[in-house]
């Protein structure tokens, strides 16, 4: 298994995978959503607002993550990671978790002060990820599940309470994501 950085080339099977993964865990209306999402990501964000990360074996996608910009009142530099797949056949093998150190390692090299995620609290834990209020820092729209509002510093700072509105990219400027 390679760990790499997202390249334009890999759009298509991207996608795939990720319409292929979420279809089978959460059904195909979910799969499009989520192929579709990719696909706002790849084609809307610009190039140093998206940072994705594949993982590859025998020469075939089989994970795939991306961080993109998330802007915080504190001026620090933030990313969200969003979405998150691993090919339904080799999960639970520690590629996701791969793939999420191998990227949080990148955003350091790029002096990063800030990493959000938005998901299920006993996952994203276990990749330094910790709960967080939007009391501490906004969500962009109002969440469905407080509990799922994650955050970690790659600064070794601690996350400081920022008053004011976030903003994520376009793709995921929807209510319904959050
Ligand atoms: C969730 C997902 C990304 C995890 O990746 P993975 O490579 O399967 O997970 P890893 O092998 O890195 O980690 C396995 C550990 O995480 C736990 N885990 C896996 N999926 C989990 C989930 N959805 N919720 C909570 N824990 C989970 C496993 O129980 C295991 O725990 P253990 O190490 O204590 O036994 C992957 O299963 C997936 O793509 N699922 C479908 C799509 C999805 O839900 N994506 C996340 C939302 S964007």
Known sequence: MTL???????TDEVIKLFTDVFTNSEGELEGQNLGNLVSNLI????????????????????GCIFFSRFTVPSGQVAFILSPVAVSTNVQKTGIGQQLINYGLDH???????????????AYYSKTG???????????????????????????GQPIQVM???TQCVEALNDPKYW
């Not at 955003?107 to 299920?120: A, C, D, E, I, Q």
């Not at 910790?130 to 599940?145: C, G």
């Open 129 to 155: 990820f910790k709960q967080i209020t939007t009391n501490i820092v906004n969500a962009p729209f109002p969440l469905s599940q407080s509990m799922g509002w994650l955050a970690q510093a790659l600064d």
């Open 43 to 62: 084609t809307q964000s610009k190039p140093q607002d998206l940072i994705g990360c594949v993982a590859t074996d025998m020469g075939c996608v089989v």
């Open 4 to 10: 790499s950085l997202f390249h334009p080339a890999n």
């Open 163 to 165: 008053q004011g509105a």
């Open 107 to 121: 955003l350091r090299s790029l002096k990063v002060n800030l990493v959000f995620t938005y998901g299920n609290p």
